[in-house]
């Protein structure tokens, strides 16, 4: 349902950038607003593991410098059939994780000081699996198709308002007013999509790890440590994140729209239920 829901969910953002495009700056200007997009952003999608590592502070370790998570990514990863991941950990107090790379064959796989000192093991096996989860379904890449599409939508819509539409007879308030929501949409859209990744990727981590109730377990104390102690990091890369970790900077109401993460209560929900589902398909890890 999920996927299903993602892809309703792009082709209403192709939608919208050939909407916006066709009234605006017509197909010349459509596809200058794409090109420039897609080079912002291919260049972050080629060289984001480095930038985002330097973004948290975290720092690589080998096995020798972190045995126990290094054999834990390795068991997971071999579960999930992926590549072994890099393993880094973060110097932050604030339980959380994140992973990041172009593909499984560069990716990450990073946690914090504090998520490996509050998390009980059966926790911290759910945390990693949930990011190999999102290695394994490329989400990398679907964020950055997402971000290319809404990051041209927004050079159409300034495109539009500095230059006015592609037809002398257009209506100058309907332009201004596309202008300005139609960047607007493509957010929302945007962190729609991002919030329907997180789900994606509770489900099949919890599948990975054979344990749903941990990763549950896991993200109530992510959430509470993200309420409770600071992180200061980039806002950049605060999406990448496990739980939002600038949480307490978070607003209710329509402010969800603009959410790149789930509530954490529905994710722990829909994780309860399929504990349920595999308990009685007698599927759940010993």
Same mark, same amino acid.
């Given at each position: ?7 309703? *969910? +792009? ?9 916006? #495009? ?7 200007? +459509?596809? +200058? ?34 045995? @126990?998570?290094?054999? +834990? ?11 072994? =991941? ?27 000081? #504090? ?6 093991? /059966? ?8 990011? *190999? ?19 041209? &939508?927004?050079? *159409?819509?300034?495109? $539009?308002?500095?230059? $006015?539409? $592609? /037809?002398? /007879? ?9 202008? &300005? ?20 990727? /509770? ?7 054979? %344990? ?7 993200? %109530? ?5 993200? %309420?409770? &102690?600071?992180?200061?990091?980039? =806002? ?8 939002? =970790? ?16 789930? =509530? ?10 399929? @504990? ?6 007698? *599927?759940?890890?010993?």
């Amino acid at each position: 349902m999920s996927n299903l829901k993602v892809f309703v *969910l +792009m082709a209403g953002l192709t939608a919208l950038f050939g909407a916006l #495009g066709g009234f605006i700056g017509g197909q010349a200007g +459509m596809m +200058m607003a794409l090109v420039f997009a897609a080079v912002m952003n291919v260049a972050m999608y080629w060289g984001s593991s480095t930038m985002v590592l330097r973004m948290y502070r975290a720092r690589v370790v080998t096995p020798a410098e972190a045995p @126990e998570l290094y054999a +834990m990514v390795d068991t997971l990863r071999r579960r999930a059939r992926l590549p072994m =991941p890099t393993v880094a950990i973060a110097p932050h107090a604030q339980p959380n994780a994140f992973a990041t790379g172009r593909n499984p064959q560069n990716a990450v796989v990073c946690v914090t000081e #504090g998520l490996l000192q509050l998390l009980s093991r /059966d926790e911290v096996e759910g945390v990693v699996a949930h990011e *190999l989860a999102h290695i394994r379904n490329r989400d990398m890449l679907l964020q950055t198709v997402t971000a290319t599409l809404a990051g041209a &939508i927004g050079n *159409l819509a300034n495109f $539009g308002l500095f230059f $006015g539409g $592609g /037809d002398e /007879d257009d209506n100058p308030l309907a332009l201004l007013g596309m202008a &300005i929501l139609a960047p607007v949409a493509a957010m929302i859209v945007q962190m729609a999509i991002s919030r329907q990744r997180e789900f994606q990727a /509770d489900a099949v981590g919890a599948q990975i790890s054979g %344990r749903p109730h941990a990763l549950a377990n896991a993200l %109530r104390r992510l959430e509470s440590g993200a %309420r409770q &102690i600071p992180m200061h990091v980039a =806002p950049a890369a605060a999406p990448l994140a496990m739980v939002n =970790p600038l949480a307490a900077l978070r607003g209710g109401g329509v402010a969800r729209l603009f959410s790149t993460h789930p =509530p954490t209560m529905e994710r722990v929900l829909r994780l309860e239920a399929m @504990e349920e589902q595999m308990e009685r398909g007698g *599927l759940l890890a010993a």
